[in-house]
């Protein structure tokens, strides 16, 4: 299972940092491309593999787990339904399930990591330092586990149709009355990564494009010693419906921008969506790391291509609240001696029609102006509350926590 | 009457630029790359056929008028896997489907497309981002995995 050194027998982990296969024991250098196992000689020539031989039973519902054995110290490596590569528990050295990549599950290409396990740490406390909400016990974090895993995706192209209607506030003479806009059209999507593992969420996944496909590779199994990966478990409506939702999303960001209006939403819609058949298969890598505060376990996802880091992480409440009255505070004093020198001139004196008119206009601002201020400030922290919701999702801890070694 | 009223106003400005301050503040801080793909990254530009100001009654009729009705009866069954194709599917597909296609096994091959030529064009499309080409159909039933097809 795992592909071997030909100086010294050792097992190769794939190096992001060189892009080469490295061997921990000889110091040997070798490119995924030059390296000729057996393993892949075997893999080649595999037949598809029954279901009986790989589970070794014929009752299905009883088996959620596969047992192999390790090609390096003979120790049981034990796999779910989906991964096709992990490390042995007992010797440490990488393992691929060549059965889940043979043939028609093997992806087409691969992007392999360039980011290495130290450099997605150190990116990762870079920005958590600069976070001046993050509590310290996160900023000094000890990284309780972190593991590389290459994601599967289907890369589609799609054409997409859409007619929308939208609802916004047009200025008619000094009011605003509402009106509706309809709006038709179509695009092509071009080369959308598509998460295909069902175990991982979509709104994670996507968070962590854009990836750079120019830089795909033919698929290789050598790239994923080291690392852990799955195979696609997603069925043709999933990937459907995720491509309708991108599509939508893109569309109606669009449409919204054609319509001369304030206070703009799509209140209906009707998307279309074909899918092309030259649908790709491809494996993007990804490092997840995982911090444990205050009994939560935190998952913050590295894009293992470019680096980019998808989590959000606890906030110190006292004294996110504590600054937030203190300033609220100071300018409510400032605010209350301006309004007290300017208020008296709108209630004072005799005033004509039209100028009663204006002023109300300007509290009318000032209502509004204070009601958008509120609703801004409080829709920034429920975004990153529900944002830390995602990073302590539990299903995203155990895809990434539920492997050996 | 003049103090109440400076009072609550002053209080609306102060905590809502406050509240505006800190909520962006924490949003900088805590959030990190929450943003996806941008649609310039998957040439997802709108190509607009129309957008004009309708009035409430009318919005049934604009969607049903101008909604694309795609036929989606030879598109594989939404609860089959998604897979690659063996070369041999590939191969037959190549042949009679220039552009690539689903093999459906009750309908065998979609023949929507079937320019002569289109199989060129698709693959110089396609060859971008590394030379991006595939195919797939819906993983084969548990009875053809077993005969090894």
């Known amino acids: 299972m795992a592909t071997l050194c030909k100086n010294c027998g050792h097992a190769l982990v794939f190096d992001p940092g060189r892009q080469k296969l490295v061997c921990s024991a000889c110091g040997s250098t070798f490119f995924a491309e030059e390296v000729e196992s057996e393993s892949k000689a075997y893999r080649q020539d595999l037949d598809a593999e029954s279901i009986n031989k790989i589970n070794g039973t014929d009752d299905k519902d009883l088996m959620d787990c596969y047992v192999y054995t390790c090609s390096e110290c003979g120790g049981e490596i034990i796999v779910n339904g989906t991964e096709a590569s992990t490390t042995c528990v007992y010797c440490g050295n990488p393992n691929v399930v060549f059965s889940r990549i043979a043939k028609q599950k093997c992806p087409e290409f691969i992007l392999p990591f360039r980011i290495t396990k130290e450099r997605a740490i150190g990116i990762v406390k870079e920005h958590v330092r600069s976070g001046f909400f993050i509590p310290r016990q996160i900023k000094n974090f000890p990284v309780e586990c972190c593991r590389g895993i290459y994601l599967p995706y289907w890369v589609v192209n799609a054409d997409f149709y859409d007619a929308v209607i939208i609802q916004g506030q047009v200025k008619q003479g000094k009011n605003y009355v509402t009106r509706y806009f309809g709006s038709a059209g179509s695009m092509k999507l071009k080369n959308l990564p598509l998460d295909a593992s069902r175990a991982l969420s979509d709104e994670s996944s996507s968070r962590l494009e854009p990836f750079d496909l120019r830089d795909l590779k033919s698929f290789d199994e050598d790239y994923l010693a080291g690392f852990y990966s799955n195979v696609s478990d997603v069925t043709y409506s999933d990937v459907r419906k995720a491509a309708l939702l991108r599509g939508e999303e893109y569309f109606n960001e669009q449409a919204m921008g054609q319509v001369d209006a304030s206070s703009k939403k799509v209140i209906a819609s009707r998307p279309s969506l074909k899918l092309d058949n030259d649908m790709v298969y491809v494996m993007l890598p990804a490092w997840f790391i995982t911090l444990n505060y205050k009994g939560k376990h935190n998952t913050i996802l590295v894009n293992g291509d470019t680096g980019k880091v998808v989590c959000a992480l606890p906030w110190k409440k006292v004294l996110f609240f504590t600054l937030l009255i203190l300033v609220g505070i100071l300018i409510t004093i400032a605010a209350f001696f301006v309004f007290r020198a300017t208020l008296p001139i709108f209630f004072t004196g005799r005033r004509s029609s039209s100028s009663r008119k204006g002023e109300g206009k300007i509290f009318g601002l000032l209502i509004a102006g204070i009601i958008a201020l509120f609703s801004t400030g409080i829709g920034k922290v429920i975004k990153v509350i529900k944002n830390i919701k995602l990073t302590q999702d539990k299903d995203m801890f155990n895809f990434m926590k539920k492997r050996q070694g | ?149």
């Open chain 2, 1 to 149: 009457m003049i103090d109440i009223l400076s009072w609550i106003l002053a209080a609306g400005v102060g905590f809502g630029i406050s509240c505006w301050i800190f909520g962006n503040l924490l949003e900088k801080s805590n959030n990190m790359g929450d943003y996806k793909g941008d649609k310039g990254d998957y040439n997802a530009y709108v190509n607009f056929k129309v957008t004009r100001q309708i009035g409430k009654s009318e919005q049934s009729s604009f969607l049903y008028m101008h909604a694309e009705k795609i036929d989606t009866a030879n598109d594989p069954q939404g609860t089959e896997l998604v897979r690659r194709m063996t070369d041999e599917e590939r191969e037959q597909n190549k042949k009679k489907v220039p552009t690539g296609a689903f093999v459906s096994e009750a309908n065998g091959i979609n023949s929507k497309k079937s320019f002569v030529d289109e199989y060129e064009k698709w693959e110089q499309e396609t060859s971008n981002y590394g030379g991006l080409k595939g195919i797939f159909k819906p993983v084969a039933t548990e009875d053809e995995d077993r005969a090894g097809f």
